[in-house]
């Protein structure tokens, strides 16, 4: 059974810190290139950042370059994304995403940037 799922979300103040986790399994998750998405109430829902399969190259949309980190570890089927420095508008539900030969997305976590 394929699954990806999402923890680490919640509530932090602007200016601190979260660490998503994505948990893969029931694939070959080191062949798969992993990207986390987010969607904030009535908006589409964004690319945020995306990690080749080996893990040697990243890409991150400007809004978060300098501030968030992808990360990922085959070893043990797991993706990551460091946030800091978060501002209230990265305040959404943040999803993964495995692709190569099918793709997969995982079912959100919320994260929400507030004082």
């Known amino acids: 059974q394929v699954q990806l799922v999402e923890s680490g979300g919640g509530l932090v103040q602007p200016g601190g810190s979260l660490r998503l986790s994505c948990a893969a399994s029931g694939f070959i998750f080191s062949m798969y290139a992993v990207s986390w998405y987010r969607q904030a109430p009535g908006k589409e829902r964004e690319l945020v950042a995306t990690i080749t399969n080996a893990g040697s190259r990243t890409i991150y949309t400007d809004s978060v370059k300098g501030r968030f980190t992808i990360s990922r570890d085959n070893a043990n089927n797991a993706a990551y994304l460091q946030m800091n420095s978060l501002k209230p508008e990265d305040t959404a539900v943040y999803y993964c995403?495995?692709?190569?030969?099918?793709?997969?997305w995982g079912q959100g976590t919320q994260v929400t940037v507030s004082s």
């Open positions: 995403r495995a692709t190569w030969a099918k793709t997969y």
